[in-house]
């Protein structure tokens, strides 16, 4: 990772800390799915279509699970990213749609952060047993694997193709043309009266 990006993501972290719970489930959710928007951005033809599909108003792709879902099934992400950042969409979901009284340690909280299965550092003292550790630690390992991520399925971009040439389905009268050997054809007759 280059210098200044893993400072910007140090800085990144560390406020990350200083955030409430809800805060911290909101924004490390919101780091990922900017993640996966850049991914699919960069892996869908250029144009307006693409926008349309993934950032304008009412935008099929425009929402995190829609967003985590076709990048996996276009395989753009692995299983183990699905399920961490499923994981994560589960947490997020809980504090976005819960007025108040949500913590760390509610139980449904706790049961997902617990099913993490993100690398845990060992030693230092670190708490690696406590749910609110356990999504940070969630979130920055699949933001660092998802940094460049951008970048490396752009070399993969969808280009627009031709499928179908323009004179294998134009008309032909078979007075004037015969078919071409070996192409499937439909033939209309026009009644006679």
Known sequence: MRLDHAEDLAKFVD??????????????AALIDEKLLETLQAFFVEGKSSNKL???GN???GTFS?????????GLIDEFEYQEIGLIRKVRNEFAHSKHGLSFQ???IKGYCSS??????????????DPRFRLMNAVVCVVLRLYYRAAWVQKERREPKTWVTADATRWRSI??????AGVPVILMV????
């Not at 406020?15 to 809800?22: A, G, M, P």
């Not at 026009?190 to 009266?193: A, N, T, V």
């Open 15 to 28: 406020e990350l800390k200083r955030e409430t719970d809800r805060g911290l489930t909101l924004v490390g």
């Open 54 to 56: 993934l950032t304008e």
């Open 59 to 61: 935008a099929p792709l």
């Open 66 to 74: 829609s967003r985590i879902e076709a990048c996996y099934a276009l």
């Open 106 to 108: 509610t139980e449904k």
């Open 116 to 129: 993490f299965k993100s690398d845990l550092p060992q030693g230092a003292g670190f708490p690696i047993n």
């Open 175 to 180: 007075e004037e043309e015969k078919p071409p």
């Open 190 to 193: 026009k009644e006679k009266i």
